[in-house]
């Protein structure tokens, strides 16, 4: 039986020795790589790097390229959690159960080290890919990928439709179009990027693409109804935030067992995506099922 909780073990592993590599611990690191370290190293999943070394695993195999771009692809997500939490956007004071960075620190070295985090990102992809063999056209598409899903036309289209729909109820495909920008376009890249860089062939990245999209609407829907039934103390952050702020969401609009429903039919879409694909892909149909059973 697959053990998923030890795969992410040693998905977590790698990647943050990968990410210890780059910010070694020590107290004369200036004010800003000391606040980019804190968000970088505050005990995340690990989520979407998992998700991308498990799809280069499907197709292929994990290598060290591989490995820079899981690396990457958590600045971005963690650049995108700092700015998320600041006082113009959600105003959050907790993180994975520690202060949020412009609580550490203060609101403009957060806003500084979000940036950071972002831009050292792609340098980490073009100079992993001037050393790499693999062809200069995977490696333009993966930064192109990531670049689309974290710009205008992805993750920040998301994040302003979600700020436009405050105190305003949405219909569920309006819903569907901000979760799948806001969570779902970076959860697609990460999981493009590793079929890409592991030698997916194009109908083999096609079906992963299918996969994360389902996969990436399915974690919001969760974070969704998380923020109405978790645990606050297991989740490292408040809960009923979502309600005060009068966002819409999934529970509010279908209720919490329909919310369910919905995710797990998400789902088992994701899964049928994966028809196609041997024992390699495990990693991958496990993820799928883990996303909705998460408790944080």
């Given at each position: ?117 972002l831009t050292l990102a792609f340098n980490i992809l073009a100079e992993t890919a001037l050393a790499s063999d693999k062809p200069p056209a995977v490696w333009m598409q993966v930064i192109q ?33 901000t979760h799948a920008l806001k969570t779902g376009a970076m959860i697609v890249a990460a999981v493009e990027t590793g079929a890409l860089l592991g030698g997916g062939n194009p109908t083999q ?15 919001q829907v969760t974070d969704d109804i998380l923020n109405v039934s978790g645990d606050p103390e297991l989740m490292g952050k408040a809960t009923g935030t979502d309600q005060e702020r009068n ?50």
């Amino acid at each position: 039986m697959f053990d998923l909780q030890a795969y992410l073990e040693r998905c977590r592993e790698w990647v943050n020795g990968d990410i210890e590599r780059r910010f070694p611990e020590g107290e004369t690191a200036p004010r800003l790589y000391a606040a980019m370290a804190y968000s970088l190293k505050a005990g995340g999943k690990r989520v979407r790097p998992a998700l991308c070394l498990a799809a280069a695993e499907a197709v292929g195999t994990v290598d060290d390229d591989v490995l820079a771009a899981a690396t990457a692809l958590e600045m971005v997500h963690t650049y995108s959690l700092i700015h998320d939490d600041l006082p113009a956007m959600d105003d959050d004071a907790l993180r994975r159960g520690r202060p949020t960075c412009h609580m550490a620190f203060d609101e403009a070295t957060a806003i500084l080290a979000g940036d950071a985090l972002l831009t050292l990102a792609f340098n980490i992809l073009a100079e992993t890919a001037l050393a790499s063999d693999k062809p200069p056209a995977v490696w333009m598409q993966v930064i192109q990928g990531l670049a689309f899903a974290a710009g205008p036309q992805g993750m920040i289209e998301g994040q302003m439709l979600d700020i436009a729909s405050e105190n305003k109820t949405l219909s569920k495909q309006e819903l569907k179009r901000t979760h799948a920008l806001k969570t779902g376009a970076m959860i697609v890249a990460a999981v493009e990027t590793g079929a890409l860089l592991g030698g997916g062939n194009p109908t083999q990245v096609g079906h992963l693409r299918a996969y994360a999209g389902h996969i990436g609407l399915a974690f919001q829907v969760t974070d969704d109804i998380l923020n109405v039934s978790g645990d606050p103390e297991l989740m490292g952050k408040a809960t009923g935030t979502d309600q005060e702020r009068n966002k819409s969401t999934y529970p509010a609009l279908m209720g919490l067992a329909q919310s369910r429903i919905f995710a797990a039919d998400l789902v088992a879409k994701a899964l049928q995506a994966l028809d196609n694909f041997d024992n390699r892909s495990q990693p991958l149909r496990a993820l799928a099922t883990y996303i909705i059973e998460r408790r944080r």
